[in-house]
């Protein structure tokens, strides 16, 4: 009999991964839902934000500041390849752009290794305390990161919802022609949607940073994770991949009380298969009448 | 949704057929000069590209078992080394099973590994279609290798298997161990073979549906094809040439490791598409070729960040020349 206050800790661990993998995922999704762009890097991203992070925060000391310039800097990195390499495969088959962000994945992933070396990095965490959780300490630190994710989220969601930028965003997604009819700039759109969705990585990529070594690795992991989310949340939703990153998350946190982390992954996969056999439209997303 | 590669159905290899008549007699001069040439590269060739060379044959077959569904049905898979992998270890474990190894016991257990999991990876992954698909076969492939890196005692886990060498020989009659030109040999009638078979599949009514699936899946849908089985069997031959390619690499580098089960060949094998021209068959080869000699070039500029300037070239051909070399050659060739 597995002990209950086990299980609770797993399930706080399990909200708190929850909540960095929606970051994570609802960048994806954003990108997804406007351009129909699978971004293949989005996981990079992730990782070279995190990288830049601990570069900013060697120069400046400052947790918040590194945070801050990883995104920026990732912005405008995720503008100039949507420029440089996406913008030209608008109108191609949604496949294409998997194939070229694959190769900018390559690219920025030994692009980390070459520059950052092998040897995982280590940011500090600009919160320090721990308080008490049954048979734990627990770090306020990874309550901070649910909560700062949940901020950002909701940021983005307000943004959208009442923002004028963000109706654009929304007119584009319903009707690219229409949109560009009524005067928005939609190939500008795309270039500020691929830029947030990098900076949302970029934000992920800093504050997760400290929970683990950041390491050029790191990247694929999330992405392949964002991937699953995506799938079982409904692709393109961005309500169903919050709720389920914090599904998978939860399954393997529970997951790893029986087996260890690395094999617990594969009951994430498990789920993917089971929503493609019985929901293939997605866990999360309601039924169309 | 249209098919990858923004070509017309006559710029393709089955424009032979549609011209009327077999395949031209340049094609067979060009297809005896090249496995000609490659017979006896050998002779020519030092001992470092020779094993070179053997090595591009098997990628290459890996290429072309992928091209069924990249280039000739529309589905790309993101899971070979799945396929690749379990062919590779299937193999190992006949090799390291049986005493003394015999050759066609590890290529039949390979296939046979291969082939049970690519029945599981085909019904469940050919539900769903474009980018979902790609999706499902990088979560499978993912599972394999989770699999095989954590089952230490089976396979060895991260240390990978290591076994000998099996000998060359028909049962009953006799047996000579092999040398490194025989390898190539036995290398290069298999994948020639294989490419023939292929070939002939691509070419038959069959491979005609497959086609069609990439141009127009819901119309042919509506001519009345059963699109999910003919998707199911695509994935389970492509895996099963897969699978040989992998058991061949466990013959020829004597080593299995949890590595050739990881997304990166996967991805490779993608890139030997793209690179090459997807939906000719020839192309992934020219393009594994392609690949493992830039690899080869890049490795001694840049050591093991080669992957920089290859995923940029990548990235570029993708933007630049979606149909590949030998799409662009072609085109160049009959302006």
């Given amino acids: 009999m597995i002990p209950l206050d086990q299980i609770l800790v797993q399930i706080v661990n399990g909200l708190v991964n929850g909540m960095i993998l929606a970051l994570v995922a609802s960048g994806l999704t954003l990108i997804f839902g406007i351009m129909d762009i699978v971004n293949f890097a989005h996981g990079d991203l992730f990782m070279l934000g995190a990288y830049v992070g601990t570069t900013a925060f060697l120069t400046t000391g400052n947790f918040w500041i590194a945070l801050l310039v990883s995104v920026l800097v990732m912005a405008l990195l995720g503008a100039a390849l949507q420029i440089t390499a996406l913008r030209p495969l608008v109108g191609r088959d949604p496949l294409t752009t998997i194939l070229a962000t694959f190769g900018i994945s390559l690219v920025i992933q030994n692009y980390a290794l070459w520059q950052y070396g092998p040897v995982p990095r280590k940011i500090v965490e600009p919160v320090t305390g721990h308080f008490r959780l049954f048979y734990v300490e627990y770090p306020w630190y990874r309550i901070v990161i649910a909560l700062m994710s949940a901020a950002i989220i909701g940021g983005l969601y307000l943004f959208m919802k009442y923002g004028k930028h963000g109706i654009w965003i929304r007119a584009t997604t319903q009707d690219r022609v229409m949109a560009a009819a009524m005067g928005i700039p939609v190939p500008w759109v795309h270039t500020v949607v691929f830029a947030i969705g990098a900076a949302m990585a970029a934000a992920s990529g800093v504050l997760f940073g400290p929970t683990v070594g950041v390491n050029h690795a790191m990247g694929f992991d999330f992405t392949l994770r964002a991937f699953v989310v995506v799938v079982v949340g409904g692709m393109g939703n961005l309500g169903g991949s919050i709720l389920a990153s914090i599904f998978i998350s939860l399954l393997e946190s529970l997951a790893t009380i029986w087996v260890s982390p690395a094999q617990a992954v594969i009951v994430s996969f498990v789920a993917l298969i089971l929503t493609l056999l019985i929901r293939p439209t997605g866990l999360f997303v309601p039924t169309p009448k | ?335």
């Fill in chain 2, 1 to 335: 949704m249209s098919a990858v590669t923004p070509t017309t159905a006559d710029d393709r290899d089955l424009d032979t057929r549609a011209r009327g008549g077999g395949p031209s007699a340049a094609y067979w001069t060009g297809f005896v000069v090249v496995v000609g040439a490659l017979a006896l590269s050998p002779f020519v060739l030092p001992e470092f590209w020779q094993r070179f060379a053997t090595e591009i044959l098997i990628w290459g077959l890996l290429a072309m078992s992928s091209d069924i569904l990249i280039g000739y049905t529309g589905m790309v898979s993101f899971g070979h080394s799945a396929f690749f992998g379990l062919g590779l270890y299937g193999a190992a474990a006949a090799l390291l099973a049986v005493r003394p190894p015999n050759l066609w016991l590890a290529l039949a257990a390979g296939l046979v590994a291969a082939a049970v999991i690519a029945v599981f990876v085909a019904y469940f992954s050919t539900r769903l279609r474009d980018i979902y698909f790609s999706i499902t076969t990088l979560v499978f492939s993912q599972i394999f290798y989770v699999i095989i890196f954590t089952w230490t005692d089976v396979t060895g886990g991260e240390n990978g298997l290591t076994f000998r060498q099996p000998p060359f020989g028909v049962p009953g009659l006799f047996s000579v161990p092999f040398t490194r030109n025989g390898l190539h040999w036995f290398v290069l009638a298999v994948v020639t073979l294989s490419y023939l078979l292929l070939r002939r599949i691509t070419q038959s009514p069959f491979g005609m549906v497959l086609q069609s699936i990439r141009e127009n899946e819901p119309r042919t849908r509506a001519i009345g094809y059963n699109v999910e089985r003919y998707k199911i069997v695509a994935v389970m031959l492509s895996g099963l040439f897969a699978g040989l390619a992998g058991s061949l690499y466990a013959v020829q580098n004597k080593f299995a490791a949890p590595d050739f089960v990881l997304f990166l060949i996967s991805g490779e094998t993608v890139i030997f598409n793209v690179m090459g021209g997807m939906g000719t068959l020839v192309g992934p080869v020219a393009g594994a070729a392609f690949f493992l000699l830039m690899k080869e070039a890049f490795s001694r500029i840049f050591y093991e960040y080669y992957l920089i300037p290859v995923g940029i070239i990548f990235t570029l051909m993708v933007i630049f020349l979606p149909q590949g070399l030998l799409g662009f050659l072609r085109r160049r060739l009959n302006q």
